[in-house]
């Protein structure tokens, strides 16, 4: 079992950048795919990216790609998602989650805001 706690959220400007981190507890981070997602309100939660084990395949929707980048450091448990030129639309709150071998994201942390004023 892996724990997650996102930290990083915050008010942005259009245009500006944030960083946001998710710490996972437990020896055994480096077995898990990690994924974000995120929810706007009164919308459905959506993928946002992902991040292969060994950080040799990423994925992105289509809405984030070119502008969001997902990355991990196993030895410090901890999953990134920079989000450069960031747009009203990106806001939400953002989940990481983890994903094992029932290839589903069974674990979730508790969500960052991420507001983007226009």
């Known amino acids: 079992q892996v724990q997650l706690v996102e930290s990083g959220g915050g008010l942005v400007q259009a245009g500006g950048s944030l960083r946001l981190s998710c710490a996972a507890s437990?020896?055994?981070?480096?077995?898990?795919?990690m994924g974000w997602f995120r929810q706007a309100p009164g919308k459905e939660r959506e993928f946002v990216a992902a991040?292969?084990?060994?950080?040799?395949?990423?994925l992105y929707a289509d809405s984030v790609k070119g502008r969001f980048t997902i990355s991990r450091d196993n030895a410090k448990n901890t999953v990134y998602l920079q989000m450069n030129s960031l747009k009203p639309e990106d806001t939400a709150v953002y989940y990481c989650?983890?994903?094992?071998?029932?290839?589903?994201?069974?674990?979730w942390g508790q969500g960052t805001q991420v507001t983007v004023s226009s």
């Open positions: 989650a983890a994903r094992g071998v029932s290839m589903r994201y069974d674990y």
């Open positions: 437990g020896r055994t981070f480096g077995s898990y795919a």
């Open positions: 991040i292969s084990r060994n950080d040799d395949s990423t």
